[in-house]
């Protein structure tokens, strides 16, 4: 059964057809502004929320939940169903709150160093399965208001590019977020680049870079032997050409692989021109990849040359290593079937 969060405005109004007009107003005042599932929606009647519970029942179920870093990072197991399994992150900060979502069951991408990419494809999530992660997070984390949604979970956001870009269009629209609110990230998938900055939607873009020169990006992003740097730097001229918005590169940092001093002037050169904000992700362990993320000294070092060559970098703060949460780690998913992880808190 479909999600409710899969239909617009003007499609809910058709299917509360022969309610009163304020009927609707409770019911999507439920939803978007309360974040409730419908059989909470405790100012329509009980037979009308019944009603509307039993045809479109919650899609997403938890499987698990853990939770690290003194509470303030939590993770949770969706499974679909169809028994796929996804997994959503939220992080509170001291001046914000973001929840991290999965686009995909899986991914097709490949990329070496991640565990999803290692885990294999299992299919694309609906718009409504991914909304319905972004309100089971704002829930989650009341009475703190959820301000930030990211699309770096499971999944290459633009291989889903119908669901990422309904998603993304009613969190604006009906959540009131806005671009610095709403970040899309992709490994590279160029032309779908180039079709999102003709969609007119507030939202900052995060390119998963890690390697600028096309042989060790070939090993570490697969998807670069389709579309290589140059076709990339293509899409990026065009994304801040017809957006006007700042471009964001993610560098996961990987002891002697691309953290060299060549590494720093290759990124330079490729992202001072477009004048991209870099963020420094000091790489996080996955099972199938063993090499070392760099050390906190390199990283450290890696930034300063890059400030040198008048990049504007940041180091992102790691969240959620211990449960398996941080970037690059979410990997719950093989097959269709759940992987069994223990249930726990740090």
Not at 6 to 21: A, H, I, K, Q
Not at 277 to 297: C, D, E, K, Y
Request: some cysteine.
């Amino acid at each position: 059964m479909p999600s409710v969060y899969e239909y617009t405005r003007d499609e809910l109004d058709e299917l509360l057809v022969g309610e009163p007009r304020y009927r609707v107003e409770q019911v999507w005042h439920g939803l978007w502004s309360e974040g409730q599932v419908i059989n909470e929606i405790t100012t329509i009647p009980k037979a009308l929320r019944s009603r509307l519970y039993e045809e479109f029942p919650t899609s997403i179920e938890v499987a698990d939940d853990v939770q690290s870093d003194r509470g303030s990072t939590r993770k949770w197991v969706f499974r679909l169903h169809d028994g796929a399994t996804v997994e959503t992150v939220l992080m509170s900060y001291d001046d914000r709150v973001t929840v991290c979502v999965s686009s995909q069951a899986g991914c097709a991408m490949g990329c070496t160093f991640c565990a999803t990419g290692q885990a294999g494809f299992t299919r694309n999530l609906s718009a409504g399965e991914v909304l319905e992660q972004v309100m089971f997070a704002a829930r989650a984390a009341a009475p703190r208001r959820l301000s930030n949604v990211v699309f770096m979970g499971m999944g290459e956001p633009l291989a889903n590019y119908k669901a990422t870009v309904s998603a993304v269009r009613r969190l604006h629209e009906y959540k009131g977020l806005s671009a610095r609110h709403l970040t899309v990230s992709t490994v590279g998938v160029a032309p779908a680049i180039e079709r999102l900055a003709r969609e007119g939607l507030p939202l900052t873009l995060a390119v998963s870079l890690h390697a600028a020169n096309n042989d060790a990006r070939n090993e570490l992003v697969p998807l670069n032997r389709r579309y290589p740097l140059e076709r990339l730097y293509e899409a990026c001229v065009y994304w801040v050409a017809t957006t006007s918005r700042r471009l964001s590169f993610e560098w996961a940092l990987i002891d002697g692989v691309n953290d060299t001093d060549e590494a720093i002037d290759e990124l330079a050169r490729y992202a001072g021109p477009l004048r991209a904000h870099v963020n420094l992700i000091p790489l996080n362990p996955t099972p199938g990849f063993l090499v070392l993320g760099s050390s906190s000294r390199r990283v450290h070092e890696f930034r300063d040359g890059l400030e040198a060559h008048g990049i504007n970098v940041t180091v992102r703060n790691t969240r959620g290593r211990s449960i398996d949460a941080a970037c690059g780690q979410l990997a719950n998913v093989t097959n269709a079937k759940r992987r069994s992880i223990p249930v726990r808190s740090a």
